[in-house]
């Protein structure tokens, strides 16, 4: 059964923005912090921003400034707005929920950004 899909990856030059969204079925959406998690090659998947049902938000320290994270009840989607994308923001961005509480992941949507 799939519970997310995640999508808006694309190529981008160092500098741009990309805005990726997930679409999370009722049951992953309505109650839990949501969050997104990023995963480049031969590195272990990270965490990247989470945000809680009251749309409280935590960045890692490596995107903090950066990028927003953002859920909307009525669409029952996250978002993520990356902007000043640097070429080690290059990765597949996965979205659930936050550390601990995940269920099954999603294909994930692919993230490069060239310098």
């Known amino acids: 059964q799939v519970q997310v899909v995640e999508s808006g990856g694309g190529l981008v030059q160092t500098g741009g923005s990309l805005r990726l969204s997930c679409e999370a079925s009722i049951m992953v959406f309505r109650f839990d912090t949501l969050a997104w998690y990023r995963q480049a090659p031969g590195k272990q998947r990270e965490l990247v921003a989470s945000?809680?049902?009251?749309?409280?938000?935590v960045y890692a320290d490596s995107v903090k400034g950066r990028f927003t994270i953002s859920r909307d009840s009525a669409k029952n989607t996250v978002y993520l707005m990356m902007n000043s994308l640097k070429p080690e923001d290059s990765a597949v961005y996965y979205c659930?929920?936050?550390?601990?509480?995940?269920?099954?992941w999603g294909q994930g949507t692919q993230v490069t950004v060239s310098s």
């Open positions: 659930n929920k936050e550390p601990g509480k995940t269920v099954s």
């Open positions: 945000v809680t049902t009251y749309g409280a938000a």
